[in-house]
């Protein structure tokens, strides 16, 4: 076979530079990025606030919190002391309303809100004064901006980051921050006496839709409040 001398080669290279740059703006196209997520899972690690809990009691509480969600609905899920219960806080975009469903070894209860209720079991943290800043941070592999939110009740003030490179209608319709329109990537609610602080830490594209909600058959349907003193009763 003939060896090729330098300048072939570099011909040759120049030829193929049209059908390199045709193959990198594909590829570029292709980037299921910022502007274009709809649905998937995101995983948040919990850490508590509160300055009053022993090792012991911090080693039974739930560590993490994961979020799956499509264009439709959204299901938050948390499972606590050893798996013994499950607390999902199912969303319908469309209509805001918000099902908490918790199992307890094979009991499942069911409570469901009204439109714009917020979630059972967490505070309201009603009066909420919302501050957008220009800061941004990279979380999970998004881009958040930080807001502060501020509670006259208490005079503390949060700082929370959310993102809008994922594209949802009311993502925050049944929390506290119906305010922002970005999907909340850092931030805090308290469950009953617990102070936690969520932060997410992946990101896993899916997209298959998570379907209506379908709740098993021996469900007991409650109201709010016997749903949060049941809750009590497991964390005390």
């Known amino acids: ?23 990198m703006l594909l590829s570029c196209k292709s980037d299921p990025r910022p502007g274009k997520i709809t649905s998937g899972r995101i995983d948040y690690k919990i850490t508590y606030l509160n300055t009053n809990l022993d090792k012991k009691t911090l080693d039974l509480l739930p560590k993490e919190m994961k979020l799956l969600f499509d264009e439709k609905r959204a299901v938050n899920n948390i499972e606590g002391f050893l798996g013994f219960y499950k607390l999902d806080a199912i969303t319908d975009f469309h209509t805001r309303k918000c099902s908490t469903l918790l199992k307890v070894f094979d009991k499942n209860y069911l409570f469901k809100g009204r439109r714009d209720e917020m979630m059972c079991c967490f505070d309201t943290m009603e009066e909420m004064e919302i501050r957008i800043t220009e800061e941004k941070k990279t979380i999970a592999g998004f881009e958040c901006t930080k807001a502060l939110a501020f509670l006259p009740s208490t005079g503390d003030t949060i700082t929370i980051y959310y993102t809008d490179d994922i594209k949802l209608k009311h993502p925050n319709a049944t929390n506290p921050y119906n305010e922002i ?18 932060t997410a830490e992946n990101y896993y594209s899916q997209t298959a839709e998570i379907g209506q909600a379908i709740f098993p058959k021996n469900t007991r349907f409650i109201s709010r409040d016997q749903m949060t003193k049941l809750l009590n009763k497991l964390m005390d």
């Open 1 to 23: 076979m003939k060896k090729l001398t330098n300048y072939q080669r570099m011909k040759n290279f120049r030829r193929l530079m049209p059908v390199l740059a045709i193959v």
């Open 181 to 198: 329109s970005g999907v909340l990537m850092e931030f805090e609610l308290k469950l009953l006496y617990l102070q936690m602080r969520f």
